[in-house]
């Protein structure tokens, strides 16, 4: 399919533009002068992660989230937790990188893992060149990767002696190495010839010239509409989001940090993101970053107000307190547990439990065990 712009809705969409435009510059410039700024995109990520899972239909606790990226889960991880865990990598993969590299070729490529990870890597925020890929060296990188060789080997001998023995002969054996035509895929889903991702991606990369003529938020709100209407990816759906977010940082409208899109959007009634009018869903998505916006510079108000209040508690302290180091961890996560904080510290539970109550957070959890302090 052909996404075409139509200068003739600007007029329409002018006072959607403008509110935008104006809370975007105004969340920039907090973030950029807070002093929290560094806290609140940590944490946004989290939120915007868990956004992304809520648009798609699906529900991911974001204090989950948390544990599930310091390895800490309390329960096997569901697979809608995995995906988000994969939108918290990807966006901070993005945040690092340089601003245009993600809608380039090679950062499309390597998001999409349609090329190798090892002959393209994000490029350092510094402007470092990417490192090349060496080849690899079977005693430095795995030294016991023969003694591993002979037990898969032995074990799969040993299998074989099984098999024989249960009556299996070896030309089943070979008939069942050969894979048969759509084994994995019986119905087609994932093997539609007609549903070609690189046409599709490529196609969308096609608009981004046409669109850099606009301002900066309708052209991340066209780029996300035609991501809706094209679908580039299936399995990664929730890449789009982070595309545009990208967008604004490569046009310098949001530089302090990655922009949290789908924040925003699950504000967003489904009967106005979903229209079949386009002027609606173009409205839509810029009313999702203007109340993404907003709600950013509700939270960094919090955030200042939290950091005063535990200023005041180590205030006067010796210079090696470690009072400060965890009033800058508390702000950078939604939650943390006694664990988190003595892992992050270098400190014991028991050490962690006593910091924890003189810095004067406040428990969100209610519990005697497993218990969490937070920003509420």
Known sequence: MRYEIDAAMLQTLLPAIAGAEDALARLDERVARSPV?????ERSHFFDAAGALWVAGELVHVEDLVLHDARMDSRAPSHELTIAHSVLRTRRRIETADPGWALSPAGLGVLTASMLEGQERAPNA????????????????????????????LLARSQRLLD????????????????????????????????NEEERLQEWRGLIPLADELPPSL???ILFDAWERIEPLRRQHWLGGLLIASSLRARGKVTSHLFSFN???????????????????LQAFLDAMRESAVTGLKEIDRLSLARTQMELRFRGRRSNSSLPQLAD?????????????ARELSVTQRGALNLINEIGTREITGRGRYRAWGIL
């Open 37 to 41: 700024g560094q806290g609140f995109a």
């Open 263 to 281: 924040t925003g959007l699950k504000q967003i009634r489904h009967e106005r993101r979903r229209s079949r009018d386009r002027i609606t869903r």
């Open 329 to 341: 961890f508390i702000l950078s996560r939604p939650m943390v547990s006694a664990a988190m904080v």
């Open 126 to 153: 510094d402007g470092a060149e990417p490192i090349e890929s060496e080849p690899e060296d079977e005693d430095d990188e795995a030294p016991l990767a023969a003694e591993i060789a002979e037990l898969d080997a």
């Open 219 to 221: 052209t991340a709100a």
């Open 164 to 195: 024989r023995h249960a009556g299996k002969s070896v030309v089943d054996e070979l008939t069942e190495a050969i894979p048969s035509p759509r084994d994995e895929d019986p119905l087609g889903l994932f093997g539609d010839d007609e549903w």
